[in-house]
């Protein structure tokens, strides 16, 4: 990969979704790997939902359709209820329960 690609993918948005009662995947292990991907600086949203590991298409598609409008179109949507968030950028990660 040339150095262009390469640093293009690490400018790429990441969205990151975790439910909070995951037996699976511990809120201690997601929260690690953001931490972890924050300090690479990769521009991270990362959003916890009340549910396990599984897929809730009632909370979870509406956010991912608004966090993908706003980075495609540059569209901006109704709020949707806030669940329990994280929201990281680039270069400044904001308040975490990390």
Avoid: C, Q
């Amino acid at each position: 990969m040339n150095r262009n690609a390469a640093e293009g993918a690490w400018r790429t948005p990441w969205l990151l979704t975790h439910g909070i009662e995951d037996e699976i995947i511990t809120l201690r292990e997601i929260r690690a790997d953001v931490r972890e991907l924050g300090r690479g600086r990769v521009p991270l949203t990362y959003r916890e939902f009340s549910k396990g590991h599984d897929f809730d298409h009632d909370t979870e598609v509406p956010f991912i359709r608004e966090w993908l409008l706003e980075r495609v179109i540059g569209a901006k949507t109704p709020s949707l209820p806030k669940e329990r968030s994280l929201r990281r950028e680039p270069a400044s990660p904001e308040g975490s329960p990390l």
